[in-house]
């Protein structure tokens, strides 16, 4: 599929396009953070930066509304415009496109949700952006994306047909022996307008040190809801070049302008070799990842910790800290030695710079190595379980004593 990047300002090149031509614009324009972004790329050998920075918002806006003006003038009347912003200057975009588009063509609000991790935030951790979709007229061209229900979703109900009763309330529908009516399979649930897609891994192969660079998958979901194969895709602040990278891999033909140099040059090395990170939180869900053991997890009730999850020498962190590291905990296994459950606890605990760790003995399991010596940074506790044990093991031989 045809792909062009243009190095210039958007305005021109969007000023040049005929009118009616385009089926879809996805738009990441500067977000009005009043900040100059900067980011090398992982071998240090260039850096990408792109200046955000504005006399006013009424100057912001201004550059905005030139824009969005010959976007409604390019887009076909069944095509969308998807505009990506974020708090700080969403209520700009919303009055602009409101403006331009028409309140009445306002289609959602989608919120891209991701994980992220700081603890120097004061106050509430920003963790999503906005993207406002808006279609140029009412009969604008559109996908159902069906996606799984949820597992708090009671299905049998959902296969049950409804009707209405004498007061017009819902209720499920009956024949007239009064067996509940079957509505037949459901094929899913529509796609809703929060997505959560995992923000790039700093190792992902797909990032490449542009500063505001997205996830291709977030690209390809856009695309696949408002167009089709052959369709024209128009970016006009591609940057890194997701939007055009997207479009070759579903084969869309598409448009990108950026008024960076670096930028073009970027884009158009990954059009060339698009590569593109699967998620694996989307494919095979986030319970996929949480294989922390709960057994061993309910050892420690009552004592604050954080879970651990994918790792096989460390089931939980006490929220205390020991020279300002914070202490592991393992609880040893069915079966497992307490040599060998030392050994594990110690090799994930070093690996974390951990200066004491916990582990907590379950079972008396006679160790291999009778010689081996548990690390000093290592403290053995007993569970509950294996006290009374103990002291059952204890009492009991008391009893036989008195009678030999």
């Not at 009778?370 to 403290?379: E, M, T």
Request: with cysteine.
């Amino acid at each position: 599929m045809e792909i062009e990047i243009h190095n210039n300002d958007c305005l021109e090149v969007l000023h040049d396009l005929p009118p009616s031509c385009a089926d879809m614009v996805y738009l990441d324009p500067p977000f009005f953070t009043q900040r100059e972004h900067r980011l090398s790329t992982r071998d240090r050998e260039m850096e990408f930066s792109f200046d955000d920075r504005w006399d006013s918002a009424s100057d912001y806006a201004t550059f905005l509304e030139d824009r969005l003006i010959e976007i409604h003038r390019i887009l076909k009347a069944t095509g969308s415009i998807f505009f990506h912003c974020d708090r700080t200057a969403s209520h700009i975009a919303r009055l602009l496109l409101d403006n331009t588009f028409s309140q009445r063509n306002f289609r959602a609000e989608i919120i891209w949700h991701y994980k992220r991790w700081s603890n120097s935030v004061r106050g509430l951790l920003p963790a999503h952006q906005t993207i406002l979709f808006y279609s140029k007229t009412g009969n604008y061209k559109f996908h159902t994306i069906l996606t799984g229900y949820s597992p708090t979703t009671n299905v049998d109900q959902i296969l049950q047909k409804r009707s209405r009763d004498d007061a017009n309330k819902s209720v499920y529908a009956r024949d007239e022996n009064g067996n509940v009516i079957f509505s037949g399979a459901k094929d899913g649930v529509p796609l809703s307008d929060v997505w959560e897609i995992p923000f790039l891994n700093p190792k992902a192969k797909e990032r490449t040190g542009y500063p505001t660079q997205k996830p291709i998958l977030l690209l390809e979901r856009i695309l696949q809801l408002t167009t089709d194969r052959g369709d024209l895709v128009i970016d006009p602040f591609c940057g890194s070049g997701t939007t055009l990278v997207a479009a070759r891999l579903l084969e869309r033909k598409a448009i990108g302008v950026d008024i960076s140099p670096e930028a073009c040059s970027l884009s158009r090395k990954r059009v060339e070799e698009p590569v593109r990170t699967d998620s694996h939180l989307l494919k095979n869900g986030a319970e996929s990842y949480r294989n922390a053991d709960e057994s061993a997890l309910s050892l420690l009730n009552g004592i604050p910790h954080v879970p651990v999850q994918r790792n096989n020498g460390i089931d939980a962190f006490l929220r205390v800290t020991f020279d300002g590291i914070p202490i592991p905990v393992r609880v040893q296994k069915y079966g497992e030695t307490v040599t060998e459950a030392a050994l594990s606890l110690y090799k994930s605990g070093i690996s974390k710079n951990a200066k004491r760790m916990i582990l907590i003995v379950t079972e008396d399991v006679p160790a291999l190595f009778s010689d081996f010596k548990v690390p000093d940074c290592v403290i053995l506790v007993d569970s509950a379980s294996l006290s009374i044990k103990r002291l059952i093991s204890n009492l009991s031989s008391e009893k036989e004593s008195l009678f030999t």
